[in-house]
């Protein structure tokens, strides 16, 4: 079993930058597939971002390609999202997500991952 702890959210004007953190317990990070997803008020929650176990692969929602870039540091036990060109309709609650599975897999759904962090707070101004 692994936990996950967000960091980083915050308040920002549009255009600006953030970078959020997950920081996840246990001795195989190396082995999940990490990802992020984002809630805004009365929204379902939505894919964001997702990284492959062996970092080969990286995925993105539309809307946030070429703004938001995800990497992770397996020796630090941590995934992070950069966040560049705020707007604010990125305003949400960002949450973590990891799943156990080794391969270049798409994971982009919910039911895709089985761990999840509390959320972190973004909140961008126009």
Known sequence: QVQLVESG????????SLTLSCAASGRTFSQY?????RQAPGKEREFVAAITSSVAGTYYRDSVKGR??????????????QMNTLKPEDTAVYYC?????LGILKLT??????????????????
């Open 109 to 126: 759904t919910q039911t895709d991952y089985n761990y999840w962090g509390q959320g972190t707070q973004v909140t961008v101004s126009s």
């Open 9 to 16: 959210g915050g308040f920002v004007q549009a255009g600006g």
């Open 33 to 37: 597939a990490m990802g992020w997803f």
């Open 68 to 81: 938001f870039t995800i990497s992770r540091d397996n020796a630090k036990n941590t995934v992070y999202l």
């Open 97 to 101: 997500a990891a799943r156990r599975i």
